[in-house]
Every structure is written in structure tokens, then in C-alpha cells.
């Protein structure tokens, strides 16, 4: 009937879920409207319009020729989707309709906008764009702007200026003309006009301005032309061909006066050129037009040859006179630095783009397109010298809104394509907005590549994003000044190729009808996991500086999300009165998309996490680029909740909002706490017994305004006692078990149900209450009537807690009299030995003699030295169960600890007693001092002051283990051999004894020596003490026999020691042995053995001792290590007897023969010496007698068979 942790894990994770389920989603994903069109990029933008019309756009949808982009009016209602047949303008050639649509704030106009509609001029095809302002019912209202706009009329005059000096080959000259005439032909137009002039050190102009302009055949003009030969005077041609020759006239003028010592040859020619320069090429007389573009293009073969000019005396006469000049080189001359030189002096700067070389005449064929391009600047470049584009591809509509004062139209491609936006008010000429002409740092920005309105404190303002403003991108806010639109604030992007300020979106969080908030996102920001970005920017003040505060990121995984690709406002999805917003990123999950939900969390402030992701493949496996555009904030499916229209590719889904309930959970106990009859069953045979009952009541509301009547929902909520504990000490009578899970279907209105509750057990712990948690979540099917399944509104409870108080055991309902007291004692110790005694067990009492004591503690405070251990029970009968529960405590004190013990948490019952044991562990580096003190305070929650029964000290003597060993050397003499006849008397001895403190602490000790000295008054040994130098004293005493009859004892046994002998002690005191200290002491001195005789024995062993002692009441000897304390060397005197060798020899020579003579005498007599073998020869070959037959059969053969 108990709660397990498994399952009380499994209810949480069931919980979780379901809030998950109910709270994080405000969009219904089951059932989308979806629209699906053929169209190529069908659902590339998206726009909700009117109240039940979605408006998507194709802009790559071929319809006719010279004709693309389609616009689709699509029904929720039907699913089904329409083309918008326009009257679309002859001149928007191909110009992508739908590629930006936007609806005014009322639904009562469209803009829809195709930025590549083309004009073709000239040579040049131009990018203007071009928009259409549709009425509530999609009909055509407007063009905007109303006409496409005229080409350009660029009026230039191109001046040639061809070497013919006398260096060129006839056949180079002849393919020098065939280029003249196939540049004339590729970069005539009506607005343009050619004149020639060749030279060498003549100068002759073959055609002006107006011949050209009046011949009938200009390609014949060039024909004409024949070779001049001569020299090379390229600084004298280009001062002809600028028109400032007066001021060529006024330097030769000076270089002729008398007095001048500049001395020249002035031919007649240099006179004509003189008098009549001011006729030729730029010049208003031959045809040269003040408002046309001057340009001078040079041909030659080398560097000038003999001219009496320099260029720095005639080219800042073309700079002043603006004349564009393209220098072209011709052969292997311009290899040499120099003339390379003079070739880019010929040439504007910069001279990459005005300076062209090849390496002959046929070669020049190869630039002709090259020097077109540069001429008509396709790509608007800019110089000192020329002009950039202006409009021609500025693109208008790559971004759009409608504002009150008209349509405004971003145009990324104006000026270089630093862009900016076109506001096109009513029966007005447009105006430009941007910052490129003031600031030159905005080549290539993009503005106007996103475009978003602002009304913030009265003003209204324009914000236009610049995505690649120095690669990193900015968004800038305008506010119009005196009919002036000006930058107020700008922010900037962080990360290069972000796109910082791709899209926009101005959102009014409380919808007061004023700005709170920019979002402008960054789809490329790139970072390991994710990609994109949004940051949330409040609206700037009068003076401060704008900067943007929380930033929103999508889901981790996706590195090339493009999070931040569309930003829409989608209104109050959650019920919390704060606008809630919508994030696309198209680049998730392999490009099948997702889109995000953020709710407001305050009216500067977006959540940083989203409440909802809805994936493409969620929806559809089919479904690519899924959030690439977003509409929302309208109620098209006329339920009364704001819908969500989201592009992907060749789709359009409609997501709907759900409706949104609020609950209000209430759970009543009833009785109102567990009386102490029912839980208090100790000492008696537990039974289930009813702790009460408990009403829980739903109250069931609309969250949000919508038009569904009266919401039905499936309610799911589950019911926990006592969670998070292992053993509930409640259950429910329904389900014997702490868990319950109901499932209803409820209305709108309040719902209650009553439970029974039980206690299963007796309850150890009745100062903490009874928890009954309540989780709530909306789950099961969806509603018939309107297919949506509703959700919790922000506000809603989804959780509830409810406490069921214990009754307390006191004559004060409040506040409970506990007396409590406690003792201890050492457990029988009476000295604690450090180092041999590793634990110390404290047996303590600890008494209630008043009302229950709740959160009894009983601490304990004991030096650095000791550690807690454990705590075990006394092995007593208890009357209640004995839960104890110890741990360390912190006491700020290095030399002080503290443990403290909870008994019977969280009550001590009235009259309770409770013994057990608590250990210690005892360092054996520890230094207690002399004595250990133990303190214990008893305390509680109930506040009741200290008393002399709740604190209690003793303390217990200490000594400290140590190890020191004394021991004999084996260097010491062991033995000596005398003879007393011989006259030796002494000889000198040692004895050797080492100390050693194997102690983990230094202590102070006394080595002790007993040496005999005297026996019977005779001299033993003259002995003296070597100890070591270390601060070593020693001191000396006699000492006199134990026993006066040292005969008797020395009999019984052949020792000579200090109980039979005068003996002399020796007391070496050492203040501080250090660990593992060793000390060497010696003993030496004569060994006298005049005294052997009066022991009547021939071996003796004299005996020294040693000894070491210390201060008993500090220091204990390790256990069965006590005979190291004490030392025996011995030395073993042995008398030897010396006899005459001289009386001794002759004694045994005269032995030894007497006993030869009668071993000699004994085998003469035995026949020994008889020689029988001659005389057994000698006898006759006969058989023998048996005698000697008999004899040789006891012979032994000389060899026997083997």
C-alpha cells in the first residue's frame, strides 16, 4: 500500500509531459489548413489580408513572356487558392510580383512589389523595379511608382587621340583604325559624340564633334585617315585636345623674351598650333557640349620622343577640365618601368581601370569590351573623375511598407548599392531616404533590404535595415525633421556575414498603438551548434543610444538554420495580455524547416526560450523550407483567435491558435489536521485508520475571447501524497496507494470531488504535514465543434499544493514544554592512550521529561584531534522506535570540532529516554594535552532556554603511545680467555647499547647502565661512559650488592651481576629524543680478573644492564612492546691451565718405545717373522697330505672368478 520511488518518478514524468503538452503549445499542429500550388516558389512570401484571405506570392512563376511573378488570394474556408489576375505594366518586364507583399495596418490596401523589373538602355539593362497598391477587394489601384522611369541620357563626348608617329608600322596603323571604328560602333548611342585627332610632331584633327555629329557615314570619317609619320609628342597632343591652349601660347610667349634662358627651336608649325588651338576637339565651336561627359582616349606605341612639354605641365590641365582619359599602350615598350610610368600618367587615376596594355595593334580587338564596361560603368564604380550610378539598379520593392504619408519602397541597389528606400507620397514627388551621401562608408550596405514602421512617443519613424553595412551589417531608424528624413539611431551588427538586419519586425507589446520593441535578425550568424539569430531591441530615448538586450536563438544542432529569416508578430496566443512572436528559420533539419514561438515577457522584453518549435517534418515529410515566410496577428478562420500563415516551398500552412482556458485549483482538508488518536498508535497492533478527507475543487474559465461558446475540455490531474518521500504516510482509500490520476471532461464552471484519505502505519514524523500535490493538464481529444484541442492560458494552475497539519501533543496548541537532558560517559575507559587506543566510544543518555521535543539535536564538542566515526544503538528495549541521524558540523575553530545527532526526528516524545553509543576516531598524531574534554548541549525547536540538564562535560586523562627500544651491539666484547699463571690481570672491554624512538613523537626519556664495578672489594672493572655529544648529561652512583654472599650466589649460577656486586649507575637524561632518533652508548674501561678466584669457578659471565624509562603519566610503552626497554650485554671470562712441554715430551718418548718392544715381542712369539714360502718350493711334486690339503683349502685364491 506504500508509494514507491519508481512510482512516484513515473507520475512526475507522466506530469512534466502532459504540462509540457498544455503550456508549451499555443498552435494547433494536427490539423493545419494547407495550401500547395505548382507554382515555382509558391509560398516564398506569404501576407494575411482582409479577414479571411491569404495573399501568397510566386515571384519566379514565368506567367507570360517578358512576364514573371503571380500573385495567389488562397481561402481558408475552401483550401483552395486563385490566381489574382493584375493589369500588370507593359514596361515592368520581368519583374518578380510577390517577391515582397505587405498590407496596410487596417486591411483596406496591398503592396505588392517585383524589385527586378527591367528597362533595357542602350547597351544597359537597368534594375528599377516596380510595385502595384492593391484594394481590399485586390483590384488594381495604382503602379508605384506610377511610371517606369526614362533611361538615362548620359551625353558623352569621346575625343581619340591616335599616335601616328613614324615608329608604327603602316599594317599596325591600318588595325589602329579598325579599332577606332569598332569602338565608335559599340559605344555609339544618340547621346553620344566622337571626334579624332591624330599626331606625331604634327598635330592634325581628322574630324570635331560636329562633323561627326552631320555625317551620314561616321565610319568613313576614320577611313580617311592617313599616317602623319614623325615624332612622338603625346604631352603636346592631349594640351591640344584640352581646352586651355591660351595658357600653351602664354608659356611659349615667355620662353622668347629677351632675358630668358630657356632656348628652344620654335618651327613655323609650333606657331600655327599656337595661334590656332583654341578651335579644336573640346571646344564649344566644334561641336564639344558643356553637359556631355568628357572623355579622352590616348593610343600610342611608346614614350614621347623630343616634345617640348611635360605631363605635369598639361595633365592638371585635363583633371581641371574633367576630362576622363583612357591611356592605351601598344607593344613591348611598356615593359620598361619607365614607360609604364608615363602610360599610367597618360591615364586617370586609379589606373587599373583606366590604363590598358597589349602586346600589338592586332591585340587591341581584346580590350574593346573591357574598355565599353569602364566607359558605361556597369557597376557604377566612382572616381574623382566620373560618376556613380544613382537609381538605375536601385530595385525598389526588395522590401516594402505602407505608412500614412504613402508606399515606401526599399532599394537596395541605389548608389552603388548602398541602397536606402523610396517613401512615394500622394500627388508628390518620391523622396529618398538613406545615409550613402553622407556617408561613404555605405557602398555595398544593403539598406533597405528589410523595411519596418515605428510609432514611439508621437513620432513616427522608418527603420531600414543595411545586412552587409561593412560586412557585419547595422539597422537604422529615420525620423522625419522639417519635412527632412534623418538618422536618429542605429545599432550594428557583431559577426561578419551575419546579415545583421536582414529581416525586421516593429512590435507593440501591449497594443497601446505605440512601438515597444525592434526584432531584427541576423540568419547567417554562425555559431558551432546553431545558426541565427534575433535580437530583441527596445525602442531608443531622445538622447540615449539604441542597443539591444536579449538575443533569441533556435534550437541546438542546426548550424545552418537560418534562425531569423522571417519575424512576424503573431498577437496574444497565451492570454497574458503581451504580444507573443513567431521566428522562422528554413535552413533546420536539412531545409525542411521549423518556426518558432516566444511569448512577451514584459513591455521591453521577449523570453529568451521559446514556448513552442513546430517542425516542417512534423507536418509533412514533404515540406521543404518550412518558416521562410510568416503572417500572423489576423483571425482568418473566424473562430476568434489569431492565426499563423507560414510559407515553405510550393506550400502555404495555416496554423491556428488555440483557445485558451484558465483554471483555478482549490483543495480543502476537512478535519483540518490529523488528530493525535488516529497517528499516535505506538505500542499497540497497527490498523488503517482514516486521517480525513479532501475536497479538491476545479474552477474552469476562458482564458482569451473567442467565438466557440461554450469549451469543453479533457482534464487530466493527478494526485500525490507525501511526494518525494520513500514511504507516503498517507494513502488514498480509492487506491490504497499515494498516487491517483483522474481523467473528465469539464466545462466552463467550478467541479469538485471529495477523497478519503487513511494512514496505513503509525507516523513516526507528525511535525512535518501531510503534502498533497495536485497536477493539472489538458489532454485527450480535441473538441468536435472546433477540432482544436484547448490550452492552459498563462495565469492558469497547473499545480497545486496542499498541507494536512499533525495535532500536536501539547497542553499549548502552539508551542510544546519539552525538558530535556543528557549525560555520558567514557564507556569504562579511564585513560585514553593515543596511538593505541584508535577509537574512543562514548555512551550518552539523552531524557525528555516534559511535553513532546521537536527537532531534537544533541551536539557534541570535542577537540581537533578526535573525528566522528558512527553512532549505533544501545542494545535496550525502546518504546518507540530509536532513529538516529549524526553528521559533522563546521565550528569556525581550527582546534575545535563539533558533530551534532538528531534523536527521533522530527519528535521526542513526552517521557522518552534514548541511550546509544557514539565513536570517535583518535588520531595517532593527535595532541590532546594531558586530559580530553568531552561538551554535549541538548537543544530543540520547541525554544525552550538552557538549563543545567542540557549541557554536560567530562573529561578523561590522556597519555600518548610511544615505541623506544634499547638493544646491545654486536661489536660488543663477548668473550676473553686469561690464565692466572701466565701473571694477566686486565684487559680492556666494551660494551655498546644503541637507543632508538620508533615513536611518532619526540618525547624526553633516561637511559639507565648497571656495570659492576667491586666484588668483595677487588676491582671488577674499571669502566667509564662514551654517550653521545647531543646535549646528553649523565651522572653516576654507586650502588652496593642485593646479596651479601655472592659465593652462594655464585654457585647456583656463574654470573657476576649487580645483585652479587658493587655496581656502578649510570643516568643519561635526554630532553628531546626526536623521532626516529638513534643514540650509540658505550661502556669501556680495563676488565681486571683478580676477582675470578674468589668465585672458586673457571667461566664467569659478567652482566651489564640498560634501561630506558620516561614520565609514566604521559607516555605508555606500546603494548607487548615492553621488553624493549630494556638491554643485557654479557662477557664471558674463561681461566685456561698452562703445564711444561720439556717433562711431557720425555714421558712420552720413553711410553711409546716400551710399547713397540712388546708388540715386537708378541709377533715374534706368534711366528711373524718366519719365511715358509722358500721351503714350500723346495718340497718334491707329490699329493699332499690331507693335513695340507686341509691347509690350502682355507687359503684365499689370488683372484676369484668373476
Not at 2 to 10: F, I, K, Y
Not at 888 to 904: A, D, H, K, M
Not at 1189 to 1200: F, R
Amino acid at each position: 500500500m506504500h508509494c514507491s520511488a519508481m512510482a512516484r518518478g513515473v507520475v512526475i514524468l507522466l506530469c512534466g509531459w502532459a504540462l509540457a503538452s498544455c503550456h508549451g503549445s499555443n498552435l494547433d499542429v494536427e490539423k493545419p489548413v494547407v495550401f500547395r500550388e505548382d507554382a515555382a516558389s509558391f509560398g516564398q512570401t506569404v501576407v494575411q489580408f482582409g479577414r479571411s484571405r491569404l495573399v501568397v506570392g510566386a515571384p519566379l512563376e514565368v506567367v507570360a513572356v517578358n512576364q514573371t511573378g503571380q500573385l495567389y488570394d488562397c481561402e481558408p474556408a475552401t483550401g483552395m487558392c486563385q490566381p489574382i489576375l493584375l493589369h500588370i505594366p507593359l514596361e515592368a518586364v520581368n519583374m518578380s510580383l510577390g517577391l515582397s507583399l505587405v498590407a496596410d495596418t487596417n486591411n483596406s490596401q496591398l503592396l505588392a512589389c517585383g524589385p527586378t523589373a527591367q528597362r533595357a538602355c542602350a547597351k544597359n539593362m537597368y534594375a528599377k523595379g516596380s510595385c502595384l497598391l492593391l484594394g481590399s477587394s485586390l483590384q488594381f489601384i495604382q503602379a508605384v511608382p506610377a511610371t517606369m522611369p526614362e533611361c538615362p541620357r548620359q551625353e558623352m563626348d569621346i575625343a581619340f587621340l591616335i599616335d601616328g608617329s613614324g615608329s608604327i608600322d603602316q599594317s599596325d596603323f591600318t588595325q589602329m583604325k579598325y579599332f577606332v571604328k569598332a569602338l565608335m560602333g559599340q559605344l555609339a548611342s544618340t547621346s553620344t559624340l566622337f571626334s579624332l585627332m591624330q599626331y606625331s610632331n604634327i598635330f592634325k584633327t581628322h574630324f570635331t564633334f560636329t562633323e561627326f555629329k552631320s555625317s551620314l557615314s561616321p565610319q568613313s570619317l576614320v577611313d580617311a585617315i592617313v599616317q602623319l609619320q614623325g615624332l612622338t609628342y603625346t604631352a603636346s597632343g592631349i594640351q591640344k585636345v584640352v581646352d586651355s591652349n591660351m595658357l600653351l601660347f602664354l608659356r611659349i610667349w615667355s620662353a622668347l623674351k629677351p632675358g630668358c634662358h630657356y632656348k628652344t627651336h620654335m618651327p613655323w608649325w609650333v606657331w600655327q598650333r599656337v595661334w590656332f588651338s583654341w578651335k579644336e576637339l573640346f571646344h564649344s565651336k566644334n561641336g564639344a557640349r558643356k553637359s556631355a561627359k568628357k572623355i579622352l582616349i590616348v593610343i600610342t606605341d611608346g614614350q614621347k620622343f623630343r616634345d617640348p612639354l611635360e605631363y605635369r605641365q598639361v595633365i592638371p590641365e585635363a583633371e581641371k577640365a574633367g576630362i576622363i582619359r583612357y591611356a592605351i599602350g601598344v607593344g613591348d615598350a611598356f615593359r620598361e618601368p619607365t614607360a609604364l610610368q608615363e602610360l599610367n600618367t597618360i591615364g586617370s587615376a586609379p589606373s587599373q581601370d583606366h590604363v590598358f596594355k597589349v602586346g600589338n595593334f592586332v591585340a587591341l580587338r581584346s580590350i574593346q569590351g573591357q574598355i565599353q564596361e569602364k566607359i558605361f560603368a556597369i557597376e557604377g564604380t566612382e572616381s574623382r573623375s566620373s560618376s556613380s550610378f544613382q537609381h538605375e539598379m536601385s530595385q525598389e520593392g526588395f522590401s516594402s511598407a505602407l505608412s500614412m504619408d504613402g508606399p515606401v519602397l526599399g532599394a537596395v541597389g541605389s548608389f552603388s548599392w548602398s541602397g536606402g528606400a523610396f517613401l512615394y507620397p500622394s500627388n508628390m514627388r518620391p523622396t529618398f531616404i538613406s545615409v550613402s551621401q553622407e556617408n561613404e562608408d555605405m557602398r555595398d550596405a544593403y539598406m533597405g533590404y528589410s523595411t519596418a514602421l515605428a510609432f514611439w512617443k508621437g513620432v513616427h519613424s522608418l527603420i531600414l535595415g543595411a545586412p552587409r553595412h561593412q560586412h557585419t551589417g547595422k539597422v537604422v531608424i529615420f525620423t522625419q525633421e522639417s519635412r527632412h528624413w534623418r538618422p536618429k539611431s542605429e545599432v550594428r551588427g557583431t559577426q561578419i556575414g551575419s546579415y545583421f538586419g536582414a529581416s525586421l519586425c516593429s512590435v507593440d507589446m501591449d497594443r497601446d498603438g505605440s512601438t515597444d520593441l525592434i526584432l531584427i535578425g541576423a540568419p547567417h550568424y554562425y555559431e558551432h551548434t546553431r545558426g541565427g539569430q534575433v535580437s530583441v531591441c527596445p525602442m531608443p530615448g531622445v538622447r540615449s543610444r539604441w542597443h539591444c538586450g536579449t538575443t533569441l536563438h533556435g534550437e541546438q544542432g542546426h548550424p545552418w538554420g537560418r534562425f531569423g529569416a522571417a519575424l512576424t508578430v503573431l498577437g496574444d496566443v497565451n492570454g497574458d495580455s503581451l504580444a507573443d512572436v513567431a521566428i522562422g528559420a528554413p535552413g533546420e533539419e536539412e531545409n525542411r524547416g521549423a518556426v518558432y514561438i516566444f511569448h512577451g515577457a514584459s513591455r521591453q522584453d521577449i523570453a529568451p526560450s521559446p514556448s513552442q518549435r513546430v517542425t516542417g517534418s512534423q507536418l509533412s515529410l514533404r515540406l521543404r523550407y518550412f518558416g521562410q515566410s510568416l503572417s500572423g496577428g489576423q483571425d482568418l478562420t473566424q473562430d476568434g483567435l489569431v492565426d499563423l500563415a507560414v510559407g515553405a516551398q510550393g506550400h502555404v500552412l495555416l496554423l491556428r491558435s488555440l483557445p485558451l482556458l484558465k483554471v483555478g485549483i482549490s483543495i480543502r482538508f476537512a478535519p483540518s489536521e490529523v488528530a493525535k488518536t488516529v497517528y499516535q498508535c505506538w505500542g499497540r497492533t497497527p490498523t488503517v485508520l482514516e486521517a480525513g478527507e479532501a475536497t479538491v475543487c476545479l474552477t474552469v474559465r476562458k482564458g482569451s475571447p473567442d467565438l466557440l461558446g461554450d469549451v469543453q475540455s479533457s482534464v487530466r490531474y493527478d494526485l500525490a501524497l507525501d511526494p518525494g518521500r520513500l514511504i507516503s504516510r498517507a494513502i488514498f482509500d480509492e487506491t490504497k496507494n499515494c498516487t491517483l490520476t483522474r481523467r473528465k471532461t469539464l466545462g466552463l464552471g467550478d467541479h469538485c470531488e471529495t477523497l478519503k484519505l487513511l494512514l496505513p502505519d503509525c507516523v513516526e514524523d507528525a511535525v512535518t504535514p501531510i503534502i498533497l500535490r495536485l497536477n493539472l493538464s489538458l489532454a485527450g481529444d480535441s473538441a468536435p465543434s472546433t477540432n482544436l484541442r484547448p490550452a492552459l492560458a498563462v495565469g492558469s494552475q497547473d499545480h497545486v499544493t496542499a498541507s494536512l497539519p499533525f495535532e500536536k501533543n501539547c497542553r499549548q496548541k502552539l508551542l510544546c514544554e519539552g525538558d530535556l537532558g543528557v549525560s555520558f560517559n567514557f564507556s569504562g575507559l579511564q585513560v585514553l592512550v593515543v596511538g593505541s587506543s584508535p577509537e574512543l566510544t562514548v555512551t550518552v543518555t539523552v531524557w525528555n521529561e516534559g511535553e513532546d521535543s521537536y527537532g531534537t539535536l544533541i551536539k557534541f564538542y570535542y577537540p581537533a584531534g578526535l573525528s566522528y566515526r558512527r553512532v549505533t544503538r544501545a542494545q535496550q528495549p525502546h518504546p518507540y522506535p530509536l532513529r538516529l541521524a549524526c553528521e559533522v558540523e563546521p565550528t569556525g575553530q581550527e582546534s575545535l570540532r563539533s558533530s551534532s545527532c538528531s534523536i527521533n526526528h522530527p519528535i521526542f516524545r513526552e517521557g522518552a529516554k534514548a541511550t546509544f553509543m557514539i565513536t570517535f576516531d583518535v588520531s595517532y598524531k593527535a595532541f590532546l594535552g594531558d586530559r580530553l574534554l568531552l561538551r554535549a548541549s541538548a537543544s530543540s525547536e520547541n525554544n525552550k532556554p538552557e538549563t543545567s540538564k542540557t549541557a554536560f562535560q567530562l573529561e578523561l586523562p590522556v597519555k600518548y603511545t610511544v615505541y623506544t627500544v634499547i638493544s646491545r651491539q654486536e661489536d660488543s666484547t663477548k668473550h676473553f680467555n686469561f690464565s692466572s699463571s701466565h701473571g694477566e690481570r686486565r684487559k680492556e672491554a666494551e660494551h655498546r647499547y644503541r637507543v632508538n624512538n620508533l615513536s611518532p613523537l619526540k618525547l624526553a626519556i633516561s637511559v639507565n647502565f648497571w656495570v659492576p664495578i667491586l666484588l668483595n672489594g677487588v676491582a671488577v672493572w674499571d669502566v667509564t661512559l662514551r654517550s653521545p655529544a647531543q646535549g646528553v648529561s649523565c651522572v653516576s652512583q654507586r650502588e652496593p650488592p642485593q646479596h651479601s654472599d655472592f659465593l652462594t650466589q655464585i654457585q647456583r649460577r656463574s654470573v657476576l651481576d649487580c645483585a652479587i656486586a658493587d655496581c656502578l649507575h649510570l643516568r643519561c637524561d635526554i630532553p628531546s629524543l626526536g623521532i626516529l632518533d638513534e643514540l650509540d652508548f658505550i661502556l669501556k674501561g680495563n676488565l681486571s680478573f683478580g676477582w675470578i678466584s674468589q668465585t672458586l669457578q673457571k667461566k664467569v659471565l659478567l652482566l651489564s644492564e640498560a634501561e630506558i624509562t620516561f614520565n609514566t603519566s604521559v607516555y605508555s610503552q606500546m603494548p607487548g612492546q615492553e621488553a624493549f626497554l630494556r638491554a643485557q650485554v654479557s662477557t664471558m671470562l674463561e681461566e685456561y691451565v698452562v703445564y711444561e712441554p720439556v717433562f711431557l715430551m720425555v714421558f712420552s718418548s720413553v711410553g711409546g718405545l716400551l710399547l713397540l718392544a712388546l708388540i715386537t715381542v708378541a709377533l715374534y712369539k706368534l711366528g711373524f717373522f718366519k719365511r715358509q714360502y722358500k721351503e714350500m718350493l723346495d718340497l718334491p711334486s707329490a699329493d699332499p697330505d690331507p693335513a695340507s690339503q686341509a691347509d690350502s683349502n682355507h687359503e684365499t685364491p689370488p683372484h676369484l672368478p668373476s
